[in-house]
Every structure is written in C-alpha cells, then in structure tokens.
C-alpha cells in the first residue's frame, strides 16, 4: 500500500526527521479509496494538523507528513523522479524560491489559488503560493518607549545606543528583512544600515524572537525585532504563564506604516515536480486557500490570512491594523544571499562591542 511505503520509506531515509502521520478520523476504508497526498514540512507539524484533519474530513483524502527543520529540499532533489513528496510547506518566500530555482517544484495554473490568493503573495510562473502571512515588527517597551510610530531605518538612530536586542542576523527571518532594506534602498545603504543597528545593540544577538520580549521585560533592552505571531503565542501561552509577562511588556510598533509599510513574509506551499498524487495535491492546495481554510489557519496559528476575504483573529485585530510593504515577495529571494554576506561583513552577531 502506497501509505505504508512512504511511512517506511521516511522511517528509513528520513531517520534524522521527527515523522509524523495525521491520524484519519472515523473515516477508514472511505478515506484509503479516496487516496492520499504526501507533505514535506519546515511547518511544525502541529501548526498544520487542524488543517489537515478538516481537509481529511472533507475530502477522504489522507495526510501524510515529514517534518524537518532543515535538508527538505535537499532531500527533494537527491530523490528526484522517486520521491513520494506531492507538496512543500515552508515558511519564506526565499525559501519558496530556492526550491523553483532548483527545479524542484512544477507551475500550477488553477484559477481557484488565483482567485483566493494576491498576486503579491505567489510566484508570477506559479511556482509556490502563500498562505499565511506575518509581519517582521518592532517590540518596543510599553514603560520605556513613548513613541507609537517606527521605521526600520530608524533602529540604526544613535538614540536608540545600547537598547535594541535582536536574534541572529542570519536568521531567515532578518536575512529577509535586510533583503528588503537592499531592493528599497540600494546595498550600501543596507551596510551601513546594519551598522548602525549593531552599535545600537544592547548584547550579542541570541535566542529566538521571544528571548527578545524577555529582555525587553527584565529592562535589558527598550526595542526588539519579532515576528507578529509570538506576541499571540506570549500572550496565550498556558504552559510557560512567565511569556505573558513577556508579552505584556511590550507594545507592537508596525515599522514604516506612514510610508512603505511594514515587512511582510508568507508561509507557503509548492506542488513538487514529480508529485505522485498530483490530483490530491491540487485539491489540498485549493482547500488552504479557500475561505474555510484560512479561517482555521487566523485563528488556530494568529498569522494574517492571505486571502483578503478572511480577517485575522481577534487578538491580531487588536494589535491595529497592518500596511504591508508592497514589494513583491521574489524580491526577497533575489536578495538574501546578499543580505546575509553583509551580515558576516559588518560582523553582525558579534555584537556591538566589535
Ligand atoms: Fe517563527
């Protein structure tokens, strides 16, 4: 059976991956003869398990995962014709991009994914599609910081010395801000952007985006830079209740909202080149992108739904509302690699000591 050949399959090749198989409720025989569709994951599994049950509920078709947090397209492409992956879920449109540069996904040309999903957010040759959306903003201290706007260009401001924290700059999620800054602005001014953002560290970058309102809370730092969705995940966060401290501490400052607009990033699918269910793929992704879907995604993970139909959750409602930077997300692709070797350059996560 097609099912217990990819679980194998990924328990033998894939032993370094957490594997996950969504379980199919109540549906048995029904959802085998319907078939199934084979996921390769950067998502956490369970960021997409609500999805894929309701998909699975709907349609009978099963859901089968590998979650790795590196190597999928690695994997992609040393499988080539072979591989079981009908689709790759990914955070980053950089991401996205470099599994079509590398030829391992295949156009879809579906009027449905057109209709629900902006331009902005897809790939012009219909590579890869987006399906949630976040911002890259400003924590800034609800004590220590009067001020209700920002820009990004005004992080490299000597007034803010010794008071920013920031996690690694080669984390994709800065690498993809700082492409930003380069397609806007050019790269010199991008270098010296990042400069002046070094000098104004409070401490060598570290941790994940949450460590950022952590030490925005104990006073080590006034701003930080953090994805949207963490301020949910701190303000809900039963099993770690100090994150509510954290999240409470700061406020959302949307960069640049009096001109460009903030930046913004997608998570995203793309139908693999050699997609063995090819048909099933095609449905799940329209299912991702349909009104239902996007729904399940606001409310279950607080990112922005990409289909402008749908409105974020209350809790992101409540942070006001988001100008996203118009900038085509391919963009970003084009220029992350040089981001991150201007990051190296000025010696970024070293610090500002250096
Ligand atoms: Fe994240």
Redesign the pocket.
């Given at each position: 059976m097609q099912a217990t050949r990819f679980a194998r399959r990924g328990t033998r090749a894939f032993a370094q991956f957490a594997f996950a198989l969504t379980t199919v409720t109540g549906l048995g025989s029904v959802a085998l003869a319907q078939g199934e569709v084979n996921i390769y994951s950067y998502r956490q599994p369970q960021l997409i398990d609500p999805l894929l049950k309701a998909f699975t509920e709907k349609t009978g078709i099963k859901t089968n995962i590998v979650y790795a947090a590196d190597g999928l397209n690695e994997r992609l492409a040393a499988e080539g014709q072979n591989s079981p992956a009908d689709l790759l879920f990914t955070?980053d449109a950089g991401r996205l991009s470099e599994a079509k540069d590398a030829g391992l996904t295949q156009p879809v040309d579906d009027a449905l994914l057109k209709n629900a999903i902006p331009a902005q957010f897809r790939d012009p040759d219909n590579h890869w599609f987006g399906i949630t959306m976040?911002s890259r903003i400003v924590y800034a201290s609800k004590d220590r910081v009067k001020q209700d706007t920002i820009t990004y260009e005004e992080l490299a401001d000597p007034k803010w010395k010794g008071k920013i924290c920031i996690r690694s700059g080669q984390h994709v999620?800065n690498t993809s801000l700082i492409a930003t800054i380069i397609a806007h602005k050019g790269e010199a001014f991008a270098e010296q952007w990042l400069k002046g953002v070094k000098a104004n560290l409070a401490q060598k970058p570290a941790g994940?985006?949450r460590e950022q309102a952590r030490d925005i809370h104990s006073g080590k730092c006034d701003i930080a830079l953090g994805?949207t969705?963490?301020m949910a995940l701190m303000a809900t966060n039963e099993k770690n209740p100090e994150q509510k401290e954290w999240g409470n501490a700061i406020k959302p400052l949307f960069p640049n909202a009096n001109d460009r607009g903030s930046h913004i990033n997608i998570s995203g699918m793309a139908l693999a080149k050699y997609a063995p269910h090819k048909a099933n793929a095609l449905k799940l992704m329209e299912f991702l992108a349909s009104d239902d879907a996007q729904k399940i995604y606001a409310t279950a993970n607080n990112e922005y739904p990409v289909n402008p139909k749908v409105e974020p959750s209350a809790i992101v409602r409540s942070w006001g509302p988001l100008k996203a930077d118009p900038l085509p997300l391919e963009n970003i692709a084009k220029y992350r690699k040089r981001a991150s070797e201007l990051v190296d350059k000025v010696n970024f996560d070293a610090g500002p000591s250096t």
């Open positions: 955070v976040r999620y994940g985006d994805n969705y963490y």
